[in-house]
């Protein structure tokens, strides 16, 4: 079942942008920006989306994926952009999107995408219900339509991790 029975809200109020310049300090010994780095930035912005969705408190639940593509090297902005793209009852998956840009000249590159999930917390701070969401673009309505599969996918690892526990 997808969300609760609260009215459905527009992916696009949960959208959110964040861009920063990378500095020497942010950077490795190749110039590039620490892949933790951006990891911790994917993390903050998926975090802020997902609350921006369910205005409450939030946690990371998972990270399905983060597919470096290319690095980001000193100098260059790091532009973040994520929404959520689907929920299930307490669960909110997030995309974000990750790309360079050359200051100088403009030109812009995807860098690294990402799948996070996040659990909402109510005041009790046990899992509580999200409203569902309701995708209006093409890309919006593609990530929804997508979800379900990503969904059963992070179900079944998750279940195989746990019987590697027992």
Not at 10 to 31: E, F, K
Not at 42 to 66: C, E, F, G, Q, Y
Not at 74 to 86: K, N, P, R, S, Y
Not at 137 to 153: L, S, V
């Amino acid at each position: 079942m997808e969300g609760t029975t609260a009215q459905a809200k527009p992916a696009r109020l949960s959208r959110t942008i964040m861009t920063d310049l990378v500095l020497p300090p942010d950077a490795n010994n190749h110039g590039t920006i620490f892949g933790g780095n951006v990891m911790a930035y994917i993390d903050k912005i998926a975090s802020i989306t997902s609350m921006r969705h369910a205005r409450m408190p939030v946690v990371t639940a998972s990270s399905d994926s983060l597919d470096f593509l290319r690095p980001v090297t000193i100098g260059e902005a790091l532009c973040l952009e994520a929404f959520v793209t689907w929920t299930h009852h307490t669960s909110m998956e997030v995309y974000v999107k990750v790309e360079s840009e050359n200051l100088m000249t403009g030109e812009r590159n995807l860098t690294a995408t990402s799948y996070l999930t996040f659990v909402a917390l109510g005041p009790d701070g046990k899992p509580a219900p999200v409203p569902p969401v309701l995708p209006e673009t093409d890309e919006e309505k593609w990530h929804y339509d997508t979800a379900p599969a990503r969904y059963a996918m992070r179900k079944q690892r998750k279940m195989e991790r746990m019987k590697g526990l027992r």
